[in-house]
């Protein structure tokens, strides 16, 4: 005996249920988790002009803002000029590398955490001609000795940025002071823009490696000292002491700190330059101590 069938507007009725509980089921398998937008979106990041001229945060904050529902107002300025803006209250979250004095600043209570995030480092560059016959010095303290010796053009940033700052340490370890002389001049600007002094005035000067490779296409200025231990140039990422004001974003700068240390951001950070240049821009440090870098 054959078996009663259902009548076919029966059975559409039976499946409609059916199919949309599938549909919502695989709707909400796949649909991306968006995080819940913070009762404080504003952001303020003081951070170093490397970060800003070598492109890093331009891949960088966009992916923060993303995951995290923050709005980041980056204000790029020396390390010294970033870190008198934490301590004056006005910035939530620092990127910077100048370790002594982030150290000095965080002993002050101006910080409240401080992290690890990543290392480059410094070369000193200058024209092809190196009338100071500097190219293949060993000892980044001895090309500047040669290159005062032979009063060459030195450009300087001037600016107290970390890398003046390093600069000066150097100049100090040589028993030179170059300020006042002819032949040395502070420019009181960013990385990017002192490369493009040096590179018009034939000049020497101290650069970043991320900053430098960005911008050499545009800048007719050669690496001519390299791989100096002294030159390691080491970024860390400080949240500002809620206490000193207010206004300061804690739970952003939180926020902003554990995606800097987080390991897809690391893994962004370790490839970053690659395809461009053929090598990172930053070397990934999270998972490093800064004894591990001889700090």
């Not at 890398?163 to 100090?172: A, D, H, N, S």
Request: hydrophobic share 40%; net charge neutral; proline share 5%.
């Amino acid at each position: 005996m054959r078996r009663p069938s259902t009548p076919l507007g029966l059975t559409i009725l039976l499946l409609v249920p059916l199919l949309v509980g599938c549909a919502s089921s695989a709707q909400s398998s796949v649909a991306p988790t968006m995080a819940a937008k913070p009762a404080n979106p504003e952001l303020i990041l003081s951070t170093t002009t490397s970060t800003q001229d070598s492109g890093l945060l331009d891949v960088l904050v966009p992916m923060f803002e993303q995951q995290t529902g923050y709005v980041v107002k980056t204000i790029a300025v020396g390390t010294g000029q970033a870190l008198m803006m934490g301590e004056r209250g006005e910035a939530d979250v620092l990127l910077v590398h100048a370790p002594d004095s982030e150290k000095a600043y965080m002993a002050a209570g101006h910080g409240a955490d401080r992290r690890l995030v990543m290392h480059n480092d410094f070369v000193v560059v200058g024209p092809a001609d190196d009338p100071a016959k500097i190219k293949g010095e060993k000892s980044a303290i001895e090309a500047l000795k040669k290159i005062a010796t032979a009063k060459a053009l030195f450009i300087s940033r001037g600016d107290n940025s970390g890398t003046e700052q390093l600069e000066k340490k150097l100049w100090k370890t040589a028993s030179l002071d170059p300020k006042g002389q002819s032949w040395y001049q502070p420019t009181g600007q960013g990385m990017g823009a002192t490369l493009n002094v040096a590179a018009e005035k034939d000049g020497y000067t101290i650069s970043d490696r991320a900053t430098y490779l960005a911008n050499k296409k545009n800048v007719k200025l050669e690496i001519l000292v390299e791989g100096d231990g002294v030159l390691l140039n080491v970024y860390h990422v400080i949240t500002v002491n809620p206490k000193k004001s207010d206004k300061i974003n804690a739970e952003g700068a939180r926020a902003f700190a554990d995606f800097m240390v987080a390991k897809d951001t690391q893994d962004v950070i370790a490839k970053f330059g690659v395809d461009k240049y053929g090598q990172p821009l930053f070397f990934a440090d999270a998972t490093k101590s800064d004894a591990d870098l001889g700090l």
